[in-house]
């Protein structure tokens, strides 16, 4: 019997495999680092193999596999399972992954956008359960985002809805991956957070991450606090336009610097409290989502179930 | 027996009244200068003895009313029809228009922001008759607009999704009405049409009206014609956030300013194209409203019918 299926999370550093039963509890999981620039097949290699060795590890077998579902970073076309392009996986451009991998696994696939995967495992099983209209944002390498209306996730016409990294906020700004300039996910990810500690210590060293700007802001070291409330300031900026465009219950934080919440959300709420419309600003929930790193693998199965 | 609704679009300079049959066919209209600064009863007192008046033209009773419709300008708490605030009637706040008006009328009464109005029009009977997922952008004295997406209205948890006027284009920007600063309702709109052509040609005369502006552009008049490029370069950042954030299908023009889509919508065009995602960005049908001035009072009615 069909009684249990695989969520996997692709991401530019990990892969991230899990095996999840019909209630969405992760029996197994299996991390794998991400080989720079991988093209398709050697993708579609890193998962059917990282499928077994989960499976053998978990003592069960590839007939129980109900279905597969994955999470890519990049623009998904919604129904097809078509990567359009990835600025993770150049070399990924109109990758039809889940034919590949359904040829392969012999299994129902879905694929989509790595942020709706977690948008819909918050909303299943995580922080995102009790609301019907919310916003998820995800913060790390990069940014992302699901949005969710009237119950139901916001795809747009082919599915790409929710790049919430893509704001602007400087009209005149640093250029971005995407071919655009000023977009919040330079001013408000990782790499940002960086930029403003290393601008404002003085400290040039090539070493220092994100991790550690975050570990010296704990400690109350006045650059690294800066850091982060610059980038909370510009991440309220975006919200300011997602509060006043969509009027959401919840905003739901994931992602590597969700970790760092309570370092930047008193910017964002300062931010968005003082330029957007007092009426869908006033009560809005704040919150870190409750799944963190399974939030892709729960949402992929809960996509993927049949 | 009960025929026929009232539709009726309150705006800061005019208030506009139809009767519409049952296949949202208008049969009758008439149209209000608006009292600067008129308050709750005021406007309740207008729009009961604009009702008599247009039914008396048409040679009908008050018998036949099914239900009325309202669209205002201003944030309305969605399932109440309670005007939160209005920018255009400051004497407005926390008014309930939809009880004072079903009291003196004896029907049922729908109130909804005027942009929401005009998109349930244009969904109904207009330019997004083929759409599940559009954006309706207004442009007038103001900028507003309303989301559909999976083919319903995206209304959030209060009723106020849509504030597309509201999205920040400079983040240092001029102080808007609504508190924030930077708003594209302060670069995209009549006033900033008429403050670009005014830096440009030099001309300080006040009497210069954003109809002036239009007219000196459609005869090629350089500076007028700048104008209306500027306007939509600034229209541009706004979309490319929507269009990142909604990937919508069509995005459809409606309000005064409309009427000059052929003026500024190259310069939306190049900024859209340019700056977000390729998939989203590709195909968008760009729109102006079939319904004109019509859109807030069939979409009222629309909304009203029980």
Known sequence: MKEY????????????????????????????????????????????????????????????????????????RYGYGIVDSSPNFPKWHRFDIRRELSERLSVPVVVDNDAKMAAAGEKFAGAAVPYDNFVLVTIGTGIGGAVYANGLPVRGRDGTAGEIGHIVVEPEGMECGCGSNGCVEMYASAGAIVRYYRARSHDRSRAVTAEDVYRRAI???????????????????????????????????TGKVSRAIRLFLPSVKAVVNRRAFRLPSRGIVYRKGTLGDDAAIIGAVCRARP
């Open 219 to 253: 400690m109350r070291e006045p650059p690294a606090m800066y850091a982060f409330r610059q980038m909370g300031m510009y991440l309220g900026i975006a919200l300011t336009d997602v509060v006043n465009l969509l009027n959401p219950e919840a905003l739901i934080f």
């Open 5 to 76: 299926h695989i969520g996997i999370d692709v991401g530019g550093t990990s892969v991230k495999l899990g095996i999840v039963d019909r209630d969405c509890r992760i029996l197994c999981r299996r991390s794998y680092g991400t080989p720079k620039g991988m093209d398709g097949s050697q993708a579609v290699d890193l998962i059917v193999s990282g499928i077994q060795s989960v499976l053998h590890a978990c003592g069960l077998t590839s007939d129980g596999i109900a279905s597969v579902g994955v999470g890519v970073p990049g623009t998904v």
